[in-house]
T-cell receptor
Framework: DGGITQSPKYLFRKEGQNVTLSCEQN?????MYWYRQDPGQGLRLIYYSQIVNDFQKGDIAEGYSVSREKKESFPLTVTSAQKNPTAFYLC?????????????FGPGTRLLVL | AQSVTQLDSQVPVFEEAPVELRCNYSSSVSVYLFWYVQYPNQGLQLLLK??????LVESINGFEAEFNKSQTSFHLRKPSVHISDTAEYFC????????????FGRGTSLIVHP
């Protein structure tokens, strides 16, 4: 079955530590996205990528970094510069770069700070 | 730029009652409109979308939404809800040209009581 996988389901971060969230898709989609979800705030865009080796900052990119070395993979690193990382992180993809396209979401990773 | 307002953060309703979840948007260009549903601790799934044509769109599980251009609204309705409809519902808009990145509302929590 085609879809998006995210791992791990839960992730714990210690102070000063960088952690990386995995996102893989086998839908052959060009565009991939990372969102942060906090209660009552909806989804906020962190980074997005239209093609391999290219990505753009979203609304809340500070304290995060990404890479897009393969079409299928778009990992997100939460750096120690992100002072309030506790949230639910969602990865998504879409078939192209038209606004008509449906976004397909992974199951999410919940990041907690120890 | 566009914005989305979901007027109700929480909508409690009894099983088999009708429900309406409200969504209003603002945009300087034409938009595509989406409703996504999120069950607890999961990613979002597309419920229905309006791209063009008939202003009334339906989902396979009995939800419908009507695009009203003059009122810039895309309210979601269901004539009779089930316990299993309990979830978070997100309205989203994408511009029909230029930047394809969607903007999400803050979500409405639908709580169906027996």
């Amino acid at each position: 079955d085609g879809g998006i996988t995210q791992s791990p389901k839960y992730l714990f971060r210690k102070e000063g530590q960088n952690v990386t969230l995995s996102c893989e898709q086998n839908l052959n989609h060009d565009a991939m996205y990372w969102y942060r979800q906090d209660p009552g705030q909806g989804l906020r865009l962190i980074y997005y990528s239209q093609i391999v080796n290219d990505f753009q900052k979203g609304d809340i990119a500070e304290g995060y970094s990404v890479s897009r070395e393969k079409k299928e993979s778009f990992p997100l690193t939460v750096t120690s510069a992100q002072k309030n990382p506790t949230a639910f992180y969602l990865c998504a993809s879409s078939i192209g770069t038209s606004g008509r396209g449906t976004q397909y979401f992974g199951p999410g990773t919940r990041l907690l700070v120890l | 730029a566009q914005s989305v307002t979901q007027l109700d953060s929480q909508v409690p309703v009894f099983e088999e009652a009708p429900v309406e979840l409200r969504c209003n948007y603002s945009s300087s260009v034409s938009v595509y409109l989406f409703w996504y549903v999120q069950y607890p601790n999961q990613g979002l799934q597309l419920l229905l979308k309006y791209l063009s044509g008939s202003t009334l769109v339906e989902s396979i599980n009995g939800f419908e939404a009507e695009f009203n251009k003059s009122q810039t609204s895309f309210h979601l309705r269901k004539p009779s809800v089930h316990i299993s409809d309990t979830a978070e519902y997100f309205c989203a808009v994408s511009p029909s040209g230029g930047s394809y990145i969607p903007t999400f509302g803050r979500g409405t929590s639908l709580i169906v009581h027996p």
